[in-house]
């Protein structure tokens, strides 16, 4: 695997990789890796000829307060992970290359933005936008793959692509792989190393609360209610507040009062400590 951290290089070394009509997919990450991002990887292999990951801790997709400083950099046992996973290219890029002096450019995905984590973490979505397109750009894959975990983020780099014709002519080659899961049900993330061990104990109600809260719907129950008596368990069994736990048209992420014939997701955030965790599961359309 080579690593290179230069725009330059990275075009030379994407061009050799071409060579011979190759294809090419980008898994974007910010390291930190679990096997969360291995799967994405794996899914990756099976559909292009090369992988090609990217590490980045952007800062401009953290808020003030946010964890930008604090976030893990392990960058030689992320990389030896890449490595033994088969990846041909890490693109490694220092802040200075990817936001040089003067960088003035920001992309706003109106709407699929808009609620959620958009709304708890002002500009997120338009520095994720931002810097996915820069990838996008510096890489020029055939395709893309990211996590389910981060289902609102999916459907906002959907939208971006589609509308700035990043992909074509492989219009949905935006892959979505589902999210890997502890053995305990919680989704993997790289932020869940900040869990003490009560927290991490805790933390595995995020996921169970979340499955009864759907199947009371999937069985006709009402929504509000259902909603706020999840938050209410939640916040019960350990977590110090739930920034949001909701129900929305799973591709528009419009929210929903009632389940309608379209795929539906719940989606949750909420604080455990000093640590925000967000999930989301599918929850079936009424038939
Ligand atoms: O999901 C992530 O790790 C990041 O938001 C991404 C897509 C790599 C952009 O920085």
Redo the contacts with the bound molecule.
């Keep these: 695997m080579q690593t290179v951290a230069k725009l330059d290089l990275l075009r030379k070394s994407i061009a050799a990789l071409r060579k011979d009509g190759k294809t090419v997919a980008l898994v974007?990450?910010?390291g930190a890796l679990h096997d969360g991002h291995l799967t994405l990887v794996r899914a990756a292999k099976e559909r292009a000829d090369h992988v090609v990951a990217?590490i980045?801790v952007?800062p401009t997709?953290f808020g003030e307060g946010e964890d930008l400083d604090a976030y893990p950099r392990p960058l030689a046992e992320d990389s030896a992970a890449l490595k033994a996973e088969g990846v041909a290219l890490l693109w490694a890029p220092e802040v200075a290359a990817m936001y040089p002096e003067g960088f003035a450019t920001s992309i706003a995905v109106e709407g699929v933005s808009s609620g959620f984590c958009g709304a708890s973490r002002p500009g997120h979505f338009d520095g994720?936008a931002t810097?996915?397109c820069k990838l996008f750009n510096q890489v020029r894959p055939d395709m893309a793959v990211?996590?389910e975990k981060?289902w609102q983020?999916l459907a906002v780099?959907r939208r971006m692509a589609r509308d700035l014709n990043l992909m074509q002519p492989f219009a949905d080659d935006i892959v979505g792989v589902e999210t890997v899961r502890e053995a305990d049900g919680l989704a993997m993330s790289s932020r869940n190393r900040y869990l003490s061990p009560e927290d991490r104990a805790a933390a595995a109600k995020l996921p169970r609360e979340m499955r009864e809260a759907i199947a009371r719907i999937e069985d006709g129950q009402d929504i509000r209610p259902t909603l706020a008596a999840l938050e209410d368990a939640l916040v019960s069994g350990g977590f110090a507040s739930v920034d949001y736990a909701d129900l929305a048209d799973a591709a528009s992420l419009e929210r929903l009062g009632e389940l309608g014939k379209n795929p539906a997701r719940l989606l949750v955030a909420a604080r455990i400590g000093s640590t925000r965790l967000i999930d989301n599961m599918a929850v079936r359309p009424a038939s």
């Design positions: 974007p990450t910010m990217s980045f952007n997709q994720v810097v996915v990211f996590g981060d983020q780099i």
